[in-house]
């Protein structure tokens, strides 16, 4: 088994009210912050509804941690 590598997730809702929702991921954090970047300008977004978050490269690393953030947010 391989060990876990770190990976950054960009995760983007709708509005403060919307949960957290996984938008795209990349082992590199410039990658993951370009395509913040497009996307904002893509959707006219505000940034507040963008969060890049960081975590172990298992999908169940990245889902616990976006689960986390949206219980946290009720």
Known sequence: MSKARQYFTLLIRNSKAEPWAIHSGDYALRVVERK???WLVEQLELESN??????DDTQAAVDAAVAKL?????
């Open 50 to 55: 963008t969060k890049i978050i960081i975590t």
């Open 36 to 38: 913040t970047m497009d």
């Open 70 to 74: 949206n219980s946290a947010a009720l």
